[in-house]
């Protein structure tokens, strides 16, 4: 399986970071990450010093999404794939670099938003990672922090930046009519082998926001239950609860943080082997379950 990039970290803005503490520390089970700009907090869900960036600011959206590289020569591919498609590529600054504890940085526009940088080097934390509420850890050795997913209304440029820019390969996709007339599509794109590191939704307009949920994947099946009675113990909206996807076959739930976006908490996804030949079209999110069960 070829493993030139995963899922670095992510940069999330709200007005007040702290509004988000109890939701991915004591709902989602992360722990917290090493200290970063003023008024920032920092989540991990694994050896890695960051993996989530809660940064104040008026967005309430993410505002970027890293790729690590696995050395500098993929950095280097990458970066060179990413140019000859004519995408808009920044250097980062050495403030840059430290803010996001990583030794190489390039920013680029992404045509769904949100800007995706191409990192390598990102800082190990000088802690062993221990969430007591998820003991037995999460899935991201090889495979990144977990997977991310986007809605946009220019899903073609996207898609092509995606696939033809940062090199991922499409895994499989969704296509149902979810309302009289209304179609839902989602595309699903892996960089290792984890099923899909980013999805990408066409969006019939401009939502609110573009991040539709994170996921991260617990190593042990019951880690998953038990974080879907932490978030039953709240009021927070719980978009879908436990099922199983159909295409990645995941066992999950989705619940909504404060900010709106969602994070599905999941388990048992099938990996992308060399032979992969399952891309193609799925006609139902899920096998069984995800029912939407509690409404914001
Ligand atoms: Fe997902």
Redesign the pocket.
Known sequence: MRHEIELAYVGIEVPDPSSLSSFFGDVIGLAPGEPSGPGTLTWRNDQKAHRVVVQPGPANDAVYLAFEAADDEAFDAVQARLAATGADLAEGSAGDLAARRVRRLVRATSPWGVPVELVTGLEEAPTTFDSALVPGGFLTAGVGFG?A?FATTAFDEAHAFVVDGLGLDQSDWLEMEIAAGIELEVHFYHCNERHHTL?LARAPFELPQKLH?L?FETKVRDDVGAAFDRAWATDLPIPNGLGRHDNDGMFSFYVASPAGFQV?VGHGAKLITDDWDANRRYDRISAWGHQPLRQG
Do not use: L, P, Q, T
């Open positions: 997977h997913v999805a949920h996921m599905e």
